[in-house]
Structures are given as C-alpha cells and as structure tokens.
C-alpha cells in the first residue's frame, strides 16, 4: 500500500513562476515510487504571477486540500497595488524608493515574521491536525519559502506523533533579499530564533544547494540532503535558432542582479564592430527591475533590448531553445553562492551555451562546469567575459555555436523524485 503523504505548499497551479515548479513536478512523479501525496494550499492565494498551463501536469485524482488564508498584500494595496506587487515578487529598487515603499519594506519585515502568510499557520494546523489523525497520516513535507509553512510542521511535529521533512527551495535568513526588510535588531534576532528551531526539530530538511545544507549544518544537527531542481522532458514544438545573434536571460532579474561589465562588455562591442551591432539581440522574458533598465538605457543598449515580461512556461522553453546563448545572473554576493536557480537546469537541456555571472565559489559555476554547459564569470572579469562573447559570437557566424552537455540524467525531475521517496520511505 503507498505511503501517505500531506504535503504542505503556498506556491500551486495556477500560480506561475519557478517556486511552483519544485513540488508540481514531485508530485507527478512520486506514485510511480510508492509514495501518494496529498496537496494542502491556500483556497484564495494572492499569487504575484498566473501560469494557467502547469494546472495540465496536476493528476487528475490527487487529493488537493484547501484552506482560506488571510493575507496582507491585499489591505497594502491601499497604499500603492503596483509597489506592493513588485515588493511581493521580491523586487526591490535599492535606488529610487519611495517613502511608501520603504514604509511597506518596514512593515513586511518587521510585523510579519517569518512573512506575510503568517495568518496561516494558526487555522492550518487546527485543520490538518484533525485530518491528519482522522487519516491515520504521520508524514508531512512542508516546503518554503514563504517560511510560514515551516511554522506550521513546527507545531504539528510538536503537538503529534508524526515525521516532518522541511524542504528550503531558498535560505531563510540569509536570503538575498532579506537584508532590504529594514529589520530592527529584534526582528532579526527573532527570525533567526525561528528558523533555528526549524531546523532543530525537522526530521530531515532538504536544501536546493551545496552551501545551503553548509550554511544549515552550523545550526543544526539534523540530517540534511540535497535534492536540487531539475529538468523534466517538456511537450516541446521545435522551432529553429534565432536569426540574431540573441543573448536571453529567462526569469526575474532584481535589483542587485545587475552585472555592469556585461552591459559594458556589450555596449563596447556594439561600437567596435558593425556585423556584431547589425547582429546583436538582448533579450528579457521576465520582470526585470527598473534600476537594471536603467543601466541598460545608460550605455546604450536600449535599441538593441526586448522585454518580452513575464510569459508562460511553454514561452519560455521557446525562447531558451532559439536563442543563442542564455544569460544565468546571480548576486555578486557571498550570501548568494548557494543560489541555484531552477532555470539553469532547463538552460542546460536547451543545448545553448551558458555565461554565467555571479560570486567566486558558486554552486552554479561548479554545475556548469561539470556538464560542460558554458561558462562562468566573476563581476570582475570584464576582459575574459569580452573575450568569450566574441568567441560565441564568431561561433554563431560559422553555424557551429551549440554545447555538448554531460551528466545531466542526474537532474531529471524523475530521478530526483526517486530520491526524494527514498528519503520518505527511510524515515522512522
């Protein structure tokens, strides 16, 4: 007989973006090893961004619960409905802001811990108590951000006799955004208190990243694994390469993710070389930050860029699939080193070479160094980036420009599903 498990989740179709990924695409697998999940998620979520097309990878006869939930968001709105939405997608402009958003990042960090769905842990483990005794259930998966959810395995692990898996698709409190919440020093100590206690009384927590379980393993004892995102073989219609010479990145781009030699690098080659600026195509399928388009309009690319917004997922697997080479922008940032987008997975079945940006010692420069995939740069290594672009470059003139990835089965959306229920089938 399967083994039962309620998993515990914010982010669930329709909602879009990369945190609804992770756990619709484990759950599409998880009865193939023995395990049955049980879905319980917000009935009335104030989802940032809508995907109607990941509701088709739902199985059609799981168990879905739902619960009500209160969230701020929407009184903030009162106040400014653009500000609060982009504060609710994690984008903030360091440069510009107004006095009403600093008030919102205030408010958000310091009334609100862990965060904003905090009015959901008191009437969810009232509910999932009663079901979980009612089924005869004693595993749970709650996976975060928002952390709230942890607060929840928390006291279900306290109040019964049950097992608990806490799964970090992201730090806590070292999250890249975390240090723009305006957090008083009490606030900080309380965040980190919680999270600490998390981590303490899980029975095993997963992370997404290498640096991550480091990070985790100063704070706890318990066991910690990690499972990252993957790639999942995608109902895809072939479409051919771009014309252009397009360099794309796919997903959000905050404020801080902002690499201004690539931009430089980009400018300069415009002005060096006819071909390259006839060529040449920057492309964004996302919401990027006002302070990075900015920049962009500053040196001279704003002719040569396209902003497609936020698009679906199929929009995306296209656009990674015909575009030349694709951008994958992290922080220049210790705090950031354990960041590995779910994207990059996706990046690397899409045979297009990467050029990667970010902090020196990075999970992801190891992942795309060791499936050949492309190739990665510090925020200072201006000269060695120009030199890669034109290599790229002169590759796409001679139709030879593509990657030859190795190793990559590992990071099949299946395979990691097969590990995630070995762990389920192993607690005691």
Known sequence: MPKKVVIISYYWPPAGGPGVQRWLKFVKYLRDFDIEPILYIPKNPNYPIIDESFSDEIPTDITILRKSIFEPYSLATVFSKKKTKKISKGIIDKEKQTFIEKLLLYIRGNFFIPDARKYWIKPSVKFLKKYLQEESIDTIITTGPPHSLHMIGLSLRKELDIKWLADFRDPWTTIGYHSELKLTQKSQQKHKQLEAEVLQTADTIITTSFTTKDEFSTITTQPIE??????????????????????????????????????????????????????FQLQFAGVVSDQIKRMIRKVGLDNYTEYFGYVS?????????????LLLIEIDAEKTKGIIAGKIFEYMVAERPIIGLGPDGADISKIIKETNTGTYFLYTEKEQLKTQIIAYYNLYKKQELKTAPIGLQKYSRKELTKRLASLLHNLT
Not at 242 to 259: A, M, V, W, Y
Not at 318 to 325: D, F, G, N, P, Y
Request: hydrophobic share 35%.
């Open 226 to 279: 990690v499972i990252t995102n993957g790639f999942d073989v995608e109902q895809y219609e072939h479409k051919p390469l771009s014309e252009k010479f397009t360099i794309s990145h796919i997903g959000s781009l905050l404020s801080e993710r902002n690499p201004e030699i690539l931009w430089g690098v980009l400018a300069e080659l415009i002005q060096e070389d006819t071909n390259f600026a006839n060529d």
């Open 313 to 325: 997922h199929q929009k995306a697997l296209e656009l990674q699939r015909t575009s030349r080479v």
